[in-house]
């Protein structure tokens, strides 16, 4: 009598994961689509970039360099950092996902907040530890229910600063009382992935920090004000024990030949940075102000997005999205970020942010 094999099962907890799923990219109904659910730059990326990108495709046949070099001592011309401190990879995403494999185990814990990125816990889980949510106060990171979140078991903190989908952040001294609060073994990650946007004068990205401490890592992407989200292109700025760690663990080439050529183009296309951060400083506000001239609260926002919350019972947020997507403009559900009557409306062009003023305006107005 055969036995029916049962095939091979993954390790404990991976089935626990739920995958990650990305913002809608296509509206229904076959019209015009402005697509406001990926915080991607409405400007694009810089000319620069572009054409260095171009001009790789006859050397596609060559391996990249595996030390990403001329990219690294580009980001470190940039700061002013030692290149041998920094890691680069395919997004950010990819360096959050080393830390957890390379600091984490069965039996640790990982601490992140309540609405933080979901890649924090799937990458947690992934490592087989275990994932543990801080609260937060107004949609804010909190220092010290996080604090209070720490055990023996604690390795890694992740807090995305500014957040991803809140939009809020905690000043650089909030930041710094964290840090003090953690065991020496316990590494904090500060995810700045949007901290180009942010022009408050009370917040830093964590440059300083990592410099002087043997347990932060800041990871930063070119896939927002840069414009290269397809090219899946980020990095981290680590102390050298971390950063010998990272490049021990990652794959050979995981940063491609194109990625590289246009993060260098666009890294010191300053004027074009400048001109995608002045275009969020005026629409930003802009499209804040009307959305609450409609009634729709929204939560304040120091990135390249807005969390935009629907209140009335009978006008819900997935009701509202529908209404949209019939229109054209996709915004993304918050449901897995437990904010289920709120979406995420990312600052984009001119058009896209007059079309979904005036959509909101029209649904919020329509019968019940």
């Not at 041998?84 to 990879?89: E, K, N, P, R």
Request: aromatic share 8%; with cysteine; hydrophobic share 45%.
């Amino acid at each position: 009598m055969s036995v029916k094999a049962s095939g091979p099962r993954p390790r404990a907890g991976i089935l626990d994961i739920a995958a990650y799923v990305p913002g809608k990219s296509k509206a229904t109904g076959g019209v015009k689509t402005h697509k406001l659910s990926s915080n991607e730059t409405p400007l694009g990326p810089s000319a620069r970039a572009i054409q260095a990108f171009r001009d790789c495709a006859d050397q596609l046949h060559f391996y990249p360099d595996g030390g990403a070099t001329a990219l690294r001592e580009a980001i470190a011309a940039q700061y002013g950092l030692s290149a041998a401190h920094i890691v680069c990879g395919a997004g950010s995403d990819e360096l959050l996902s080393m830390l957890a494999q390379a600091y984490l185990q069965s039996g640790d814990e990982a601490i992140f907040c309540r609405h933080g990125f979901l890649v924090y816990e799937i990458a947690i889980r992934a490592a087989g530890a275990t994932p543990v949510v801080a609260p937060e106060v107004d949609l804010t990171a909190d220092v010290d229910a996080i604090l209070q979140c720490v055990t023996p078991r604690t390795r890694i903190v992740f807090l995305a600063n500014p957040n991803n989908p809140t939009g809020t952040y905690l000043p650089f001294d909030e930041v710094t009382r964290l840090h003090a609060g953690l065991p020496s073994d316990c590494l904090l990650v500060l995810d700045a992935a949007y901290a180009e946007y942010v022009r408050q004068n009370d917040y830093a990205a964590g440059i300083e920090l990592v410099a002087n401490s043997a347990n932060v890592v800041m990871t930063r992407t070119f896939s927002k004000v840069y414009g290269l989200a397809a090219l899946r292109l980020g990095w981290a700025y680590c102390p050298q024990p971390v950063a010998d760690v990272l490049n021990r663990v990652r794959g050979p080439f995981n940063v491609n030949m194109a990625a590289m050529a246009a993060g260098i183009a666009a890294i010191g296309d300053r004027a074009h940075t400048e001109s995608a951060v002045a275009h969020n400083d005026l629409w930003r506000p802009w499209l804040t102000n009307e959305l609450e001239s409609l009634g729709l609260p929204v939560t304040p926002s120091v990135g390249n997005f807005l969390l935009v919350h629907f209140p009335q019972p009978n006008k819900t947020a997935a009701e509202a999205d529908k209404f949209l997507l019939e229109r054209g403009i996709v915004l993304r559900r918050m449901e897995n970020y437990h904010l289920p009557n709120a979406l995420r409306l990312t600052v984009g062009g001119e058009e896209a942010n007059r079309a979904t003023v005036v959509a909101l305006a029209e649904f919020l107005g329509s019968g019940t």
